[in-house]
């Protein structure tokens, strides 16, 4: 198996996820090392999304176990759910931005939740709205802003707490060519200062861009794996 | 808990609409119960006032020598709750009488003889001047030879207790239905705003938000609509009372009688089980949303 180690950030061992009589994934083993950039690749229904959802407690497991930095997702208890959580920051295809906070408040959120205090976290948002060319909007409400600007918040939120683990699933499906672009980049910078990437997509352009492991699903079974 | 507080109070004047119908929906229940515990202890304290002025009158069978009458005044003050024991003769009932009856004097003007009676007037220790303890004494005064007749007051003091019990049950029930109903009206308004925040909150707990983080504003947000609806239940309360007490006149507050507002200690109890009230429906709302 590919990237197969004792030290994998994310290790999934023989998972499956069934809803009903239709399994999303089926008995899938995977370990992914530290700094790895990953593409979990496939066609609709290939279980990508339900893989990422796992990886987050967005859904429970069926059968089978997985680790993340250790923790045992079966084995973790309710209330300790939101400190895995901060391990990861997400991005999703449908940005996912509160409409009725502006963009400083939106990307503040995460470090709020994490209890910082304000005059660090005004710092860390304001640097993190620099870095994806946003802070000069951070007064703006997302439904003022494009896609590719909502996106950039997205990942904005994404990264400002440190995470370990940056999910993104098909984060540049909405986007043009030019913000998809810009997208890409912002997720490699992150990748490029020590985090473990894993992006959910059917864009072959952007795995041709990005290089990586490409991981290929069909019908929640893995098919191949390959490391570029 | 700044930044919780802060938040509240944001989230409060977001949802403006729903949040001035959970206020006034807790300001009306606030207002209706404590103008009946008003109403109540008002008239708790008219009856307890009426019975510190019981008295009992004995009257005596007509023929009792004078010489015995020491002797029946000794054995009631001997009897368990006589404070004191006051012999009225006839001639001074009827002067009494003459003295009431200025503006009738014709009546009594026609009288050949004295109908009255002489008397004892029977005084009772305070623990003594309720209801129960008098009926006892009256009966046993009512025994003694040369006794003819006891009185009270004590059809209409029975009958006032009795109608003050049931006012009495009636109110705890009332008190109580009260408090379920608003908690669950509010519960529901509660319920409308965190489907309108699905979203947010759903978007919250994919970042890393503890229930912890989640929850308190809305707990804060239920205290504070549950005080400023107990607040302005008892401000309308207190307007009502002034206008009332005002138009009554100078009549009930002579004498013994006083309409009195809540005290602080009663209306700081309302206060805080009003925002308990808030809370509660918060909680249980969010008990179901957040377990969903």
């Known amino acids: ?228 | 808990m700044v930044r919780f507080f802060k938040k509240a109070i944001h989230d409060i004047r977001e949802n403006g609409f729903l949040n001035t119908i959970t206020i006034v929906t807790i300001a009306l229940s606030v207002l209706i119960v404590s103008a009946y515990f008003l109403f109540f202890k008002n008239a708790s304290d008219i009856l307890n006032a009426w019975q510190k002025g019981i008295r009992i009158m004995a009257y005596l069978e007509p023929g009792v020598a004078h010489g015995d009458l020491e002797a029946l005044k000794q054995q009631i003050s001997t009897l368990y709750g006589v404070q004191q024991v006051r012999f009225i003769s006839k001639n001074d009932a009827l002067a009494h009488l003459r003295q009431q009856m200025k503006r009738q004097a014709s009546i009594l003007g026609n009288l050949e003889e004295n109908p009255l009676p002489d008397a004892f007037e029977i005084r009772m220790i305070p623990s003594s001047q309720r209801i129960d303890k008098v009926e006892i004494l009256a009966a046993q005064v009512e025994s003694l030879p040369g006794i003819d007749e006891v009185e009270y007051g004590q059809s209409w003091i029975a009958r006032f207790q009795n109608v003050f019990s049931l006012f009495e049950l009636v109110g705890y029930t009332m008190g109580g239905l009260f408090f379920m109903a608003t908690v669950f009206i509010v519960a529901n308004t509660i319920r409308l705003v965190l489907y309108s925040r699905r979203e947010e909150v759903e978007i919250m707990r994919l970042v890393g938000a503890t229930d912890r983080f989640i929850k308190t504003p809305f707990y804060i947000e239920g205290l504070i609509l549950g005080a400023l609806g107990g607040i302005i239940g008892l401000g309308v309360l207190f307007l009502i009372y002034l206008l009332v007490s005002s138009n009554m006149g100078q009549d009930l507050s002579a004498g013994f009688i006083t309409i009195r507002f809540l005290t602080p200690i009663t209306l700081l109890t309302i206060l805080f089980t009003s925002a308990v009230v808030g809370w509660l429906g918060c909680y249980l709302s969010l008990k179901q949303f957040l377990s969903a």
């Open chain 1, 1 to 228: 198996m590919n990237g197969a180690g004792q030290n994998g950030i994310i290790r999934i061992f023989h998972v499956t996820k069934s809803y009903g009589s239709k399994h999303a994934l089926v008995d899938l083993t995977l370990d992914i090392q530290k700094n790895e950039f990953v593409f979990i690749t496939g066609p609709s229904g290939a279980g990508k999304t339900t893989l990422l959802k796992l990886l987050y407690i967005g859904e429970t497991i069926s059968e089978g176990q997985i680790l993340i930095d250790g923790m045992n997702l079966v084995r973790i208890p309710r209330n300790r759910t939101a400190l895995l959580r901060r391990k990861f920051g997400i991005i999703f295809q449908d940005y996912k931005l509160i409409p009725k906070k502006n963009v400083f408040e939106n990307v503040a959120l995460v470090l709020e939740a994490a209890g910082m205090k304000t005059r660090l976290l005004q710092k860390k948002v304001k640097s993190v709205l620099r870095t994806v060319g946003m802070e000069d909007r951070s007064l703006a409400y997302p439904p003022g802003l494009s896609g590719g600007e909502q996106q950039r918040i997205a990942v904005a939120r994404a990264v400002v707490g440190d995470p370990l683990i940056l999910l993104a699933d098909e984060p540049t499906g909405s986007l043009d060519a030019e913000s998809a672009e810009i997208v890409l980049d912002l997720i490699k910078r992150f990748h490029g200062r020590g985090g473990t990437v894993l992006i959910a997509t059917h864009d072959k352009e952007l795995i041709r861009k990005a290089g990586g492991r490409v991981i290929h699903l069909n019908r929640g079974c893995l098919i191949r794996d390959e490391t570029k």
